[in-house]
């Protein structure tokens, strides 16, 4: 079974005093221990807030970067990028794939929770 990962990047910083690449790799070590395969790594941040070296590193480890910028003013744009990505499946018909969510956020409580009720695997890091 292959698991899908969605890093909410501003809730959940990589913390001081770790790299990127250590953390990305734990990340991917625990996972594969686990799961067949990782299918799709995202990371989900406001680009004008976080640094360039951040978003760079991350693009290097293989995640997509999600820009959830909230230039129109509407906050909240992180969370409703990562609902709608972890809702949706990437193609119709397609074998489920266990979500994974990098965050501390309680927001996420109510769509984890609608996932298992379909069956969904989930794991949350935070």
């Not at 965050?103 to 009720?117: C, I, K, P, V």
Request: proline share 3%.
């Amino acid at each position: 079974m292959s698991v899908v990962v969605h890093w909410d990047v501003e809730n959940q910083q990589v913390p001081a005093g770790s790299s990127v690449a250590s953390v990305c790799n734990r990340i991917r070590a625990v996972l594969l221990e686990r799961f067949d395969c990782i299918s799709g790594l995202y990371a989900y941040m406001d680009v004008t807030r976080e640094k360039d070296k951040i978003r760079t590193q991350l693009a290097m480890m293989g995640y997509d970067i999600i820009d959830c910028s909230s230039a129109s003013g509407k906050t909240g744009q992180v969370d409703l990028r990562i609902i709608a990505r972890a809702l949706s499946p990437a193609v119709p018909n397609a074998p489920k794939q266990v979500v994974c969510l990098i965050s501390g956020d309680g927001d996420f409580a109510y769509a984890m929770s609608t996932l298992r009720n379909t069956r969904t695997q989930t794991v949350l890091i935070y």
